[in-house]
């Protein structure tokens, strides 16, 4: 045997060695995995679909409270309208007649002072 034939068989041994230890250490990350790590993804999963579900029923009561948010607020519009614009009408058609009759007064002081 020469030198060279002891070398390769050596790196041969050694390689045989990492490759089974790389196997060992496979077969230990999938238990590992199948032990700890999945059991823990299954709980993670459970606690998302919760929490999907209660922003589900959170979106929900919050649409719901902004239509009856929104309804209240066109009634209470429709109630101050109701409230403020008719006698702010009725005060400026007053307005507008007292300027008219007083206009038509003027006007005809007027003509009258000059005939």
Known sequence: ??????????IAFSNLVLLIGLAVLAFSAKRLMDTSVRP??????????????????????GEDTARKVSGSVVATS???EDAVV??????SSLYAGISKAIETF????TVSTES
């Not at 045997?1 to 050596?10: A, R």
């Not at 823990?40 to 009561?61: H, R």
């Not at 008719?86 to 005060?91: D, R």
């Not at 003027?106 to 002081?109: A, F, L, M, N, Q």
């Open 1 to 10: 045997m020469t030198l060279l034939t002891v070398f390769v068989g050596i």
């Open 40 to 61: 823990l993804m299954d709980k993670v999963n459970a606690l998302v679909d919760k929490v999907d579900d209660k922003t589900g029923k959170i979106m929900e009561i």
């Open 78 to 80: 429709d109630t101050v």
């Open 86 to 91: 008719s006698p702010i009408l009725g005060l």
């Open 106 to 109: 003027r006007s005809t002081r």
